[in-house]
């Protein structure tokens, strides 16, 4: 991954055909799509994939129920090859969150009670934590992590808050907030020593990262959940839930079906009539990456892609706002451990202090600006996130430092005129 800063623009991705790389997929031509990180994008061969399955299902729903636990079952097989897991320790879930909470409805109390999570997690999950701890009477305790931290700071700012009532510990591999990795490996390898469940939430890891599950199911994390359909590009609700270690077998699906006197991951395969057309249509999305640039091109193009819009969007926070509001480099941000594809570029004070603040904003520019941008929020601070895909260029970004970036000063300054602050 990139940690220099990239100062010149990567040559747009084409297709084969030599048609610019977002013509094969669907996104509104009135907006500037520069969250790919939220929810991702479905490319169109794969929507034509989905929506075949689905006429075959409605044509013959008597037939298609039935015959669906063996297709699920091949497809995990290609989609385990492709997150570099076991098919056996594979199980489909809709998101990240539905993997947490499965894990969070099948483990028992053992201990204390008590669940470790990170200020950088995901809010979601972290609020299912809270939930679970209430059920067993325990608690959430939460490791506070730098933004800047080093990958062994973080370890030792996580295992710090571990103790003797921890029952669960919850770490992301990516996290969302502030697009940064965390040291999932050395974290997962002293918690397995210590004989303490570990779930990481890898929600953005697959498509992004070359090998997301190296080092962790396996040896170092018992349970593993990550979206293909955010970088994968998969059909949205299409997530894995990868499970290893001796609680394993203790997952269920959160439906009761007639799959559940099966083993796991089988009796995930089967949960009454919910729509899996978006698990069988994933492999069309990924080999279509494959099949267009090659994932590992890909992978370049966008963290040379999200490197230079960090460039050129600090840059521009830089020389067009009031004097005071950036520090020196602009809104450029240490996360300690970059993420190749996913870069943060620091707001002027007044925008986005706060998760609430920074999806209003993310909404406003939307509406006003023509632009879908990530905004968040970490301890205190607004942030751009910058999550680049391929159907991205260099313009999508230099339009956002011309266009939007005097007008995010504007509203910067309105609201701290507004809150009485300098």
């Known amino acids: 991954m990139s940690e220099t800063e990239v100062t010149t623009a990567p040559s747009p991705l084409l297709l084969a055909n030599g048609r610019p790389a977002d013509r094969a997929w669907s996104l509104d031509p009135a907006l500037r799509h520069l969250n790919h990180g939220s929810f ?13 399955l689905r006429a075959e299902m409605e044509r013959s729903p008597v037939v298609w129920f039935p015959a669906l636990p063996p297709r699920l079952a091949a497809t995990r097989v290609d989609l385990a090859a492709f997150l570099g897991a076991a098919p056996d320790d594979l199980a489909l879930v809709p998101n990240a969150s539905a993997g947490a909470s499965v894990v969070y409805a099948s483990l028992t109390r053992r201990r204390g009670g008590e669940i470790l999570v990170t200020d950088h997690g995901y809010g979601a999950v972290t609020m299912g934590a809270e939930r679970l701890a209430r059920r067993w009477g325990g608690r959430v305790r939460t490791a506070e992590v730098p933004l800047d931290a080093d990958e062994r700071q973080a370890y030792e700012a996580v295992i710090a808050e ?21 040291p999932v ?3 997962g390898a002293e918690l397995r020593r210590r004989g303490i469940p570990f779930l990481v939430d890898a929600a953005h890891a697959p498509g992004l990262l070359d090998a997301p599950l190296a080092g962790a199911t396996g040896g170092t994390c018992d349970f593993w959940v990550g979206n293909l359909h955010k970088w994968g590009c998969a059909p949205r609700g299409t997530a894995a839930l990868v499970a290893g270690g001796p609680w394993r077998d203790q997952l269920y699906p959160l439906i009761d079906s007639w799959g559940a006197p099966d083993p796991y991951p089988d009796r995930f395969d089967q949960q009454g009539t919910l729509d899996a057309t978006s698990y069988l249509a994933a492999p069309t ?20 892609l999200a490197g230079y819009a960090e460039h050129v969007i600090g840059a521009a926070f830089a020389e067009k706002t009031d004097a005071g509001e950036m520090t020196d480099g602009g809104g450029r941000v240490d996360v300690g451990m970059p ?11 007044g925008l986005g202090a706060t998760r609430v603040e920074a999806d209003a904003l993310r909404d ?3 509406l006003e600006l023509g632009v879908e941008a990530a905004f968040t929020s970490f301890g205190g601070v607004g942030y751009l996130r910058v999550s680049a895909h391929v159907y991205n260029t260099a313009a999508d970004y230099e339009y956002f430092a011309e266009a939007c970036v005097p007008v995010l000063g504007d509203w910067a300054r309105a609201a701290r005129e507004q809150h009485g602050t300098p």
């Open 162 to 182: 571990v103790s003797d009532a921890t029952d669960l510990v919850v770490v992301d591999q990516i996290t969302s907030p502030t697009a940064r990795l965390m």
């Open 364 to 366: 406003r520019v939307a």
């Open 40 to 52: 991702g994008a479905v490319p169109l061969v794969a929507q034509e994939r989905q929506n075949q």
């Open 285 to 304: 999305a990924l080999d279509f990456i494959e099949r267009a640039w090659g994932w590992d091109t890909a992978r370049r193009y966008m963290d040379d």
């Open 339 to 349: 993420v190749p594809g996913m870069r943060l570029v620091r707001l002027p004070p």
């Open 185 to 187: 490996e050395l974290i």
